[in-house]
């Protein structure tokens, strides 16, 4: 509670500027600023975090989204973390409903990075190869953090519903899972498993970030354990129609499940100090308030 706190996840947007379905989240007004309820948002963080460590386990992906600059290195830090895709970038449209597309540029993107590296088995001019350059650090700007995805992701986590609403409004066609932090101007409508909070401050778009990227390593940990089970029992036999659970491990993915083996790392509402158990009291005290990071200004 206390990180969420000092975080200013608990400032929402000037009063003028909210969305009536969120009355709900909201504890109280001040000075003209919407203070949401941060023990409902420990309640949302909860069921999120279950969520995407349930998606992953069972193989699933994760796609980090926020182009917002207060988002955009944090979703990149995290999503990297954990091997996941991410966009902190321009969203291109299509880039979830018309996904055969972008995985076009993707393979155009790969080659010309083969070409940069090898130069290619044909000679080109400087002009032709300035050319190439420049096209393949345009498609590395806007599409190198998914260079990876080879599908459509099982959810999204969306820092900013209202700016990445082109996004929003992919998944909801494809049936896509929405995670997404919701701010007091937002419509929780949209959103399948909500997390209350600040979508504006730096701080606290990154503390929730982490949040899920925790989640993620979690479901990691607990997808490997599954593999590593069944084949000491023996019941571990290839499927060609099971999807990432029985590929082999990225190195990656290896590389951070030891890391955390060898750590003891805890889940992460451990990690930012997340009370499950019921406080006396929900309201964010008045010092506290002073301390984050205002809006709207």
């Given amino acids: 509670m206390r990180q969420l706190l000092e975080s200013g996840v608990h400032f929402g947007h000037q009063t003028r500027r909210w969305n009536p379905k969120m009355k709900r989240f909201i504890f109280t007004e001040r000075n003209g600023i919407y203070i949401i309820d941060l023990q409902q948002t420990l309640t949302y963080i909860d069921k999120a975090y279950e969520f995407v460590k349930e998606t992953v386990a069972h193989g699933g992906t994760i796609l980090f ?18 091997g996941m895709p991410y966009v902190n970038q321009r969203w291109l449209g299509g880039m979830l409903t018309n996904f055969q597309t972008v995985f076009k540029r993707l393979q155009r993107l790969k080659e010309l990075e083969i070409i940069e590296q090898t130069g290619g088995d044909t000679v080109r001019t400087k002009k032709e190869s300035l050319v190439l350059e420049r096209e393949r650090i345009k498609l590395d700007r806007t599409l190198g953090g998914i260079r990876d995805m080879v599908r459509v992701p099982s959810a999204v986590w969306i ?8 996004a929003v409004g992919e998944a909801h066609k494809l049936g896509i899972p929405v995670v997404a932090i919701l701010d007091t101007n937002c419509d929780p409508d949209e959103v399948d498993y909500k997390i209350p909070g600040n979508d504006d401050a730096i701080r606290s778009a990154a503390l929730l ?7 993620v390593a979690d479901g990691l940990m607990a997808r490997a354990s599954a593999r590593s089970g069944g084949e000491e029992d023996g019941t571990d036999k290839p499927d060609p129609g099971q999807l990432a659970t029985d590929e082999p491990l990225p190195e990656w993915e290896r590389d951070l499940l030891l890391g955390q083996a060898q750590a003891g790392t805890a889940p992460a509402l451990e990690g930012i100090g997340v009370d499950t158990t019921t406080p006396n009291s929900t309201a964010p005290s008045a010092g506290a308030a002073d301390t984050g990071e205002g809006k709207d200004g």
Avoid: C, L, S
């Avoid at 944090?74 to 973390?81: K, L, S, T």
């Avoid at 970030?209 to 989640?215: E, G, L, M, N, S």
């Fill in 209 to 215: 970030t982490r949040v899920i990227a925790d989640a």
């Fill in 159 to 166: 820092v900013d519903t209202k700016k990445e609403h082109i």
């Fill in 65 to 82: 989204v926020g182009t917002k600059k207060q988002a955009q290195e944090a979703v990149a830090e995290q999503a990297q973390r954990v």
